[in-house]
């Protein structure tokens, strides 16, 4: 199965690092956001990805082109431009298709033209601004036991506000920042598995939404599971979460299983 990553948005609420860079450029420990979740695929061996490309794309694409040399020791004679590869640096078996999708596409479109290069029963899809450490092998095995057009991960993440758990006009308890599966509604976290067919469900429109007509589509037909991740989940929405990311990865990366 193809993996493809929407990396085309233009990351407005992350505006401090995302001026010069699209949102799945944006580092974490030193390495793309974008790396971090290819790193989480791969270590399942899933190892085909399509990236959806849109504002800035070429960072992205200048990125990859120049991915073998990034990552190796190498000296560069100047007075003949050869270039001679020093060590065999870090590998991944990678096979990258970047495709312009458009500026100001909508996810549903930017799904569907790159679409064109699945040819498998099935493919998946995900965000490009979002770590977790969902078991892709137990999703993959889910999808196929449910066997739905598509389906969709649900994650928890934890409040960004403290939440109060209230009697009457009274606070029984305040929990900073708490994650209560329990007591809480899933989220669309991405992380989604679907049959080729669904692709022909989506409006050739830019305009086209991923979460809107598509997904409602296959909502009435009954034919959207949830894989439910109580596990860790997090977004890079906002400068805030650059930060706390960042902290995670010096300290202690929940996501990080390869």
Sequence with gaps: MKTIILCGGM??????????????MVEIGGRPILWHIMKHYSFYGYNEF???LGYKGDVIRDYFINYYKYNRDFTVDLSSG???IENEGSKNNWKVTLVETGDESMTGYRTKLAGKYINEGRFMLTYGDAVANVNIQKLVEFHKQKDTIGTVTGVY??????????KGDMVNKFKQQLKDVDNQQPINGGYFIFKKEFLDIIPDDPAADLEKKAMDTIVEQNQLSIFDHPGFWHSMDTYRDYLRLNKMWREEAPWKIW
Excluded: C, N, Q, W
């Design 50 to 52: 399509i990236l959806a």
């Design 82 to 84: 050869d270039v001679k």
């Design 157 to 166: 993440p934890p409040s960004r506000f403290g939440d109060l758990v209230v």
């Design 11 to 24: 990351g407005t609420r992350l505006r401090e690092e995302t001026e010069y860079k699209p949102k799945p």
